[in-house]
């Protein structure tokens, strides 16, 4: 299996950024790690291996990218705007650096996906570009980025928090790109911290729009990398 380490300085974020890199083609799969991962979660944790196949038969190539949760949702001693603006470079970084690193590879699909707080990351960049995803694997995440900021408003946690400007969206052009990605939503029946009742919010939220999706609710308690490798192999491992 191709695997490459990649490092650059970041524009958008002013200091470096790493990730790793799997596979020679296919489509584009954007990984992002869970609450303050980092870009080798997902190969130290085998979900790497489980997807060997797809990489080496050339359906997939992985790009695991690092998080910056620390300094943007998770920084509790930042001021709740300074935090939602950290997350808009972030945005920036994943938008006009790393988007276009992956397209040395010439397959024009691009999936997202991410379990639990990386399932935010996976649905957001989805909802905020639909021009440019077509699919999104969100694994037992949370839409609705209010519990982070502490009751402050402003229009980057407003257009970075799922529940709220897709809930709002009007604009034909954006509703019809929205309606194009194929999107897939899991969560357990028994998921911990209110997780399955904000998934079952933002399902309700995309139907009410005309967003047609999955919602697929395992058995018992599925929040954990057992589960997450079972979904990976059950809604990607395959010819996009």
Same mark, same amino acid.
């Given at each position: 299996?191709?695997?490459e ?11 470096m950024?790493e990730l790793?890199l ?10 992002f790690p ?5 870009? $080798? ?5 085998g ?5 060997a ?8 190539q992985?790009?695991?990218v690092?998080?910056?949760?620390e ?6 001693w930042?001021?709740?705007?300074d935090?939602?603006w950290r997350?808009?470079?972030y945005?920036n970084?994943?938008? $006009?650096?790393v ?5 040395? %590879?010439p ?5 997202t996906?991410g379990?639990s ?15 440019l995803?077509?699919?999104v694997?969100?694994? %037992? ?7 982070f ?8 946690v $407003? $257009?970075n928090?799922?529940?709220a ?14 309606r194009h ?14 997780l399955?009742? %904000? ?11 005309g967003?047609?999706?999955a ?9 954990d990398?057992p ?5 990976v192999r059950?809604?990607? %491992?395959?010819?996009?």
């Open positions: 299996m191709n695997r380490y990649h490092r650059w300085y970041s524009p958008s974020l002013g200091r950024m790793l799997f596979g020679h083609a296919g489509a584009r799969l954007l990984v869970t609450s303050k991962g980092r870009y $080798y979660e997902w190969e130290d944790r979900m790497i291996e489980v997807m196949e797809p990489i080496e038969r050339g359906w997939l992985v790009v695991c690092d998080s910056v949760d300094e943007s949702w998770y920084a509790q930042k001021w709740p705007g935090r939602a997350h808009v470079q945005d970084y994943l938008r $006009y650096e988007y276009p690193f992956t397209q040395q %590879n397959n024009p699909f691009f999936i996906t379990a707080f990386g399932a935010y990351h996976a649905i957001n960049f989805a909802f905020r570009h639909p021009q995803v077509g699919r694997l969100a694994m %037992n995440g949370m839409y609705d980025i209010s519990s900021v502490d009751g402050h408003r402003d229009d980057n $407003y $257009y928090n799922p529940v400007y897709v809930a709002n969206e009007n604009d034909p052009a954006r509703l019809d790109a929205l990605i194929d999107i897939i939503l899991t969560t357990g029946e028994n998921e911990p911290q209110g399955r009742e %904000n998934t079952e919010r933002f399902s309700q939220i995309l139907w009410e729009k967003i047609w999706h919602l697929r609710i395992w058995s018992g308690w599925a929040h990398w589960w997450w490798k079972e979904m059950m809604y990607l %491992n395959g010819p996009a």
